[in-house]
């Protein structure tokens, strides 16, 4: 059976690419059935396909002696295979009430810590763990259990950037024939028969009902399930990240999803973007439900200024133009701008763009200037202070008609549905607390517009910098 064995891993890492002749592989070995098996196997191919081993065994702090004994037996099976052996020792635990996870999640960290610590140091291409068929089977029902979206059922994949999994297509049973036959013997882990744990709930008493009394050959029919739906996810996933590119925008700290552009969009993939944009944003989704999402996706049918709260911190409010994801320690405050002074001809560059001052010859034609949101002619002789580009303050106003009315800036920017995201940043050409053109923007003040009357032009143009709003 040895060999058989060793043929079936063997076309089953050449038809996943997830070893190529020569390479370097770091292996996690607990002493358990399966990594015993793990490192039986590719110990066996190791000659064949020139690869070089090293094996690396955790105590994770949790079972005194137990785990001394289970460390030994490992290092004696690397001994008698000459393979490399790295032993650590952890206190998963202290790690657990630290990091505020339970002890579980924090012994897979810190193995998977010392594994990459290991590749690292040996330059090894690869890390490989032992899963099989029954963990991914488990894995899909532990997490349909708790909640979760397509992604979280489809089970375990065979590799996940260099960590690959070289038995995950044999089923449990399998794997303790095959040691049966080589006369390998294996430690049984005394936390694995505890039903204290979700997951060995699902091993120890479910699976034997639903093999037992279901179906003899449940757990294929499950991981070829998490097959399909890994499929389907991968493709979702494609869609997703295009129509993320286009609906989404990033500043300083902040994402910006287009109303507009995201309510075209299937409802399935409005759902995919705001994960995405609460994961860019949260750096996790361990505590986003899907309340959560559909809370978010109902902010478009909010009044502007709808705010709501989201674990790590993440804020999700209405804007006139959609909806914006933030986390505050991680929007950088619009830094206001000193105010700049400038003169009738001149450029002056500051925060990426740059602002051009032309004062033109007398004679020429108002009707033949041309203009757009970026380059603007005002009457010079109504200029009677010095003018500045600055972002705004207390008091500012612009004058909206030919009578000049005056408009408080806060309220023009409101009436215009300019998001108060922008407002700060924003630049202004200003008169004292006259503004003379909200730059990027097509308004300008009505005081300064040029008339019959008009003599002396002055040309302003806008270059880089902030996108018009």
Not at 83 to 95: G, N, Q
Not at 230 to 248: D, F, P, Q, R, W
Not at 318 to 332: A, F, L, M, P, S
Request: aromatic letters at 6%.
């Amino acid at each position: 059976m040895g060999e058989v064995m060793t043929g079936r891993v063997k076309e089953y890492l050449l038809k996943n690419r997830l070893i190529q002749n020569g390479e370097g592989v770091v292996l996690g070995i607990s002493g358990g059935a399966d990594s015993v098996c793990l490192l039986s196997v590719l110990h066996k191919l190791s000659r064949a396909m020139n690869l070089k081993l090293t094996v690396v065994h955790v105590n994770h702090g949790i079972r005194g002696e137990e785990a001394v004994e289970d460390s030994r037996y490992v290092e004696g099976l690397c001994r008698e295979r000459q393979i490399p052996f790295r032993l650590f020792c952890v206190d998963a635990p202290a790690t657990a009430a630290r990091e505020k996870l339970s002890v579980e999640e924090a012994g897979r960290k810190l193995r998977y810590q010392l594994l990459e610590q290991v590749r690292l140091e040996t330059g090894a291409d690869k890390i490989a763990v032992a899963h099989n068929k029954n963990d991914s089977a488990e894995t899909m029902l532990f997490n349909l259990f708790r909640g979760t979206g397509i992604k979280g059922l489809s089970g375990i994949r065979p590799c996940r950037n260099h960590i690959i999994r070289p038995i995950l297509f044999l089923e449990r049973k399998e794997i303790e024939e095959y040691l049966e036959t080589e006369g390998l013997p294996y430690r049984t882990d005394s936390t694995n028969l505890e039903t204290d744990y979700m997951r060995n709930k699902i091993r120890l008493k479910l699976f034997p009902v639903i093999t037992g009394e279901i179906n003899t050959r449940a757990v294929s029919h499950i991981t070829d399930a998490c097959a399909e739906i890994a499929e389907t996810e991968e493709y979702l996933g494609k869609i997703t990240n295009n129509s993320y590119a286009e609906t989404v925008k990033e500043k300083e700290g902040m994402l910006f999803i287009d109303g507009a552009a995201f309510q075209r969009l299937e409802k399935v993939i409005r759902k995919r973007i705001i994960r995405k944009a609460i994961q860019e944003m949260a750096e996790s989704l361990k505590d986003i439900t899907r309340t959560h999402i559909e809370d978010v996706l109902e902010l478009l049918d909010k009044n502007v200024g709808k705010k709501i709260s989201l674990p790590y911190g993440v804020e999700v409010k209405r804007t006139y133009d959609g909806i914006t994801v933030y986390k505050e320690d991680r929007v950088q405050a619009a830094a206001s701008l000193e105010p700049l002074e400038i003169e009738k001809n001149g450029s002056y560059t500051f925060d990426g763009g740059t602002v051009t001052l032309r004062l033109l010859d007398e004679g020429i034609n108002n009707d033949e200037l041309g203009g757009n949101h970026y380059t603007k002619h005002f009457d010079y002789d109504r200029i009677k202070g010095n003018l500045t580009i600055r972002t705004r303050r207390q008091g500012d106003y612009i004058t909206i008609s030919p009578g000049c009315k005056k408009k408080k800036l806060k309220t023009y920017f409101i009436d215009c549905k300019i998001p108060r995201e922008y407002r700060d940043e924003t630049l202004l050409l200003a008169e004292e607390n006259h503004i003379l053109w909200i730059i990027g923007q097509e308004r300008i003040s009505e005081y300064y517009k040029l008339s019959e009357n008009t003599r002396n032009i002055l040309e302003v143009s806008y270059i880089g910098g902030h996108d018009e709003r």
